[in-house]
């Protein structure tokens, strides 16, 4: 009982870590009744627990991603599509 297995410490650190913030739900539903009363901005511009979740969707996002080199493989591979571009818009080839 005095005593916390170092594999239950990991989890419980894992659990902590992607715990969404406490009220989002109520936050969003907020935001919600919000917009249908012609709120013009962006839920993460009202509430901070939503600008978290936002945060860490864009930090998982960029994770996840190829970068460097091997996205310039995958880019210029043989009979490849190389009018696409990653992160950039196609028409004007500007982010």
Known sequence: ?????YDELL????????????????DQRT??????????????TYFPSIREMQ???DEETKQKLPTGEWLNKMVHSKDGDH????????????T
């Open 11 to 26: 989890r419980w650190i894992d659990f902590f870590k992607n715990k969404k913030p406490i009220g989002w739900r109520e």
């Open 31 to 44: 935001y919600m009744i919000m917009a249908a009363f012609g709120a013009k901005g962006k839920p993460e």
């Open 83 to 94: 009018k696409w571009k990653p992160f950039w818009d196609n028409k004007n080839g500007k």
């Open 55 to 57: 945060r860490r969707a």
């Open 1 to 5: 009982m005095n005593e916390m297995p």
